[in-house]
């Protein structure tokens, strides 16, 4: 038998919302491990929690970026979460 399925929307309780942020987060990562090792790909993975923390995997090649334009990883993923905390401060000084 298969699972059910779930509306997709915000989960309201937070306790609930993170234990399902972080397997869901869990699980993102390890598809993108598989298809780094199945499929011989370069892959890279930045994970923003609502709390602006941040999570990231990259695959063992030195070079994600290239396709993005990135030349420095690390300064690139420091702007994201720059990025990401001024849209946070952005949503909760909105209201929103």
């Not at 990025?83 to 909105?94: E, G, N, P």
């Amino acid at each position: 038998m298969g699972r059910g399925k779930i509306e997709i929307k915000r989960i309201e309780n937070q306790s609930n919302r993170q234990v399902t942020f972080s397997k869901r987060k869990n699980g993102i990562l390890k598809k993108a491990k598989e298809i780094s090792v199945l499929c011989d790909a370069e892959v890279g993975v930045v994970v923003f929690s609502s709390a602006g923390y941040q999570e990231s995997w990259r695959s063992t090649r030195p070079t994600p970026g290239r396709y993005c334009g990135m030349r420095n990883t690390r300064a690139s993923v420091r702007k994201l979460t720059e990025s990401r905390k001024k849209m946070i401060t952005c949503r909760l000084s909105s209201g929103t």
